[in-house]
């Protein structure tokens, strides 16, 4: 391992006033659930059954969790052995260099920022429905941007400013929160099981695969269990921002690739049993709407239970957004401690322990984005962004397991380098599975940061002084 990258991570652990180390491994497990659990599984699971995979949606998920597994299993041995800055940019640096780890640093802020943006859009909707519900419900003119002929969604204007304020005062305190709203998700979910698994019509899983593993329509639109694996591998952005944590973390060697493997393989075994019961009560082709887990529950008549879930809808969606913002606030921290952006963006307030500056700009455009843009086209980057981040992960485990074979591995992926070397190929077929509009945009993304790099942060990177890094 390179000394100045060691260097860089004692530094930041001893600063007086860094960030500070307070988070167990279970308040990872439930940081990793409180992002995983929420637009995936209360919105893609029928979304991804109607239009590409049908009742074999299960196996969707089966596949995305496979190539998520991989890249988990890939972060908890660079996180125990590297550690660092955490995240994908932070291992990228370690096992590429600069250049790699910046394309992934400026990967992950498009794909933390725009997930944030896009599901504060989704929680709007759920917001708005119950405010209905009561007799209160927003004025269109309210609850859309200007673009889709309102003045602005103001819901999911206000609640990225509360995550904010949440953020400000402190991770300890956004924990306890987040962990809070993660048990009434998994209440939520319980009690739709509990209603739903006695409603289950068997005829409604046949035909099980209507699309097979991967075919296109005659428009052209790849469908299918594999295009669907693409579409519903949404419901695992986020699990990595467990990674960002590395510092605020009580044992990072330890409590990281715990909090890492529990939150993936908890939420994996979800997944698929509420996407099979989801679809054996309600024929697939019923679910492409925007709640399809309440809608089925008040297609069976149980509307008592639709209230129950559209309200555990909107928390989960909030905890979503509270560790996704999260991990875009650290990730900029650790590029600006490297010199790659302004040292302004890494100043932590001495008084809450959090980067307070960040946060508000951060939260401030997060804020503009989900009150007056519509995220539709922007929201299809974050899988192709997450996919690219997990490539060079796995890819990272190869690169460090061949020039630095000695580097002492707490956790260690088992198999030699077979596993990641699948993380990556599956990975990368996920990615291929996208459509061609996407690869563009995030050609076009890559392409705007690669003028930054050159133009600013190669000048003013730390590694680049004749010094390095000063501690």
């Known amino acids: ?14 600063s007086e006033f860094g960030l500070k180390r307070c988070l167990s491994a279970l308040d990872l497990t439930l940081l990793g659930i409180g992002a995983i659990i929420g637009t995936g599984i209360f919105v893609l699971t029928g979304i991804a059954a109607a239009t590409q995979s049908g009742p074999a949606v299960v196996l969707s998920f089966v596949v995305a ?48 920022g725009v997930s944030v943006a896009a599901v504060a859009n989704g929680w709007s909707g759920y917001f708005n429905n119950a405010l209905t519900a009561i007799g ?25 400013l509360g995550l904010m304020v949440m953020l400000i005062i402190g991770i300890k305190e956004s924990a306890r929160l987040n962990n809070a709203m993660v048990c009434v998700k998994l209440g939520t979910i319980a009690i739709f099981l509990a209603v739903a698994i006695f409603n289950i019509h068997p005829a409604n899983w046949s035909p099980f695969a209507p699309f097979g593993w991967f075919e296109h329509t005659p428009e052209g639109r790849p469908v299918g269990i594999l295009a669907g694996a693409s ?35 908890f939420c994996t075994v979800i997944y698929i049993v509420v996407s099979g019961v989801l679809t054996g009560i309600v024929s697939y082709t019923e679910l492409n709407v925007s709640s399809p887990v309440a809608f ?57 322990h959090t980067p307070v500056r960040t946060t508000v700009i951060t939260g401030s455009i997060i804020a503009v984005m989900s009150g007056f ?11 192709i962004g997450t996919l690219a981040a997990f ?26 380098i077979i596993l990641p070397i699948l993380g990556v190929l ?46």
């Open 65 to 112: 969790g496979l190539a998520c597994g991989f890249a988990a299993l890939s972060y908890a041995e660079l996180a125990s052995s590297v550690g660092g800055c955490g995240s994908a940019y932070g291992y990228s640096y370690a096992a590429f260099g600069e250049l790699i780890a910046w394309i992934i640093a400026w990967d992950l802020i498009l794909e933390y």
């Open 426 to 471: 599956s990975c990368g077929a996920l990615i291929a599975f996208l459509p061609f509009e996407t690869h563009l945009r995030f050609i076009v993304w890559l392409a705007i940061g690669l003028v930054i790099y050159f133009a600013y942060s190669i000048k003013r990177s730390k590694l680049a002084q004749p010094d390095g890094l000063k501690v």
């Open 136 to 160: 209160i419900g927003l004025p269109d003119e309210l609850t859309k941007g200007p673009f889709a002929g309102g003045i602005v969604n103001l819901p999911a204007f206000a609640i990225v």
């Open 296 to 352: 089925a529950l008040q297609k069976i008549g149980f509307n008592w239970a639709s209230a129950l879930v559209a309200a555990g809808v909107i928390t989960g969606l909030t905890t979503v957004m509270l560790v996704l913002y999260y991990a875009l606030t650290r990730i900029i921290v650790g590029v600006s401690r490297d010199g790659l952006l302004p040292e302004y963006y890494s100043i932590v307030n001495p008084k809450t």
């Open 231 to 265: 579409l519903v591998f949404f419901a695992y952005v986020g699990f990595d921002a467990v990674s960002t944590a590395v510092e605020e973390a009580h044992d990072p060697q330890r409590d990281v690739p715990r909090g890492l493997l529990a939150a993936l393989i």
């Open 373 to 383: 843009i519509p995220l539709g086209v922007l929201a299809e980057l974050v899988n």
């Open 1 to 14: 391992m390179p000394n100045l990258f060691r260097k860089k991570a004692v530094a930041y652990d001893n």
């Open 391 to 416: 490539v060079l992960v796995c890819a990272g485990v190869i690169a460090l397991r061949i020039t630095h074979p000695d580097l002492p591995r707490p956790f260690k992926m088992p198999g030699g």
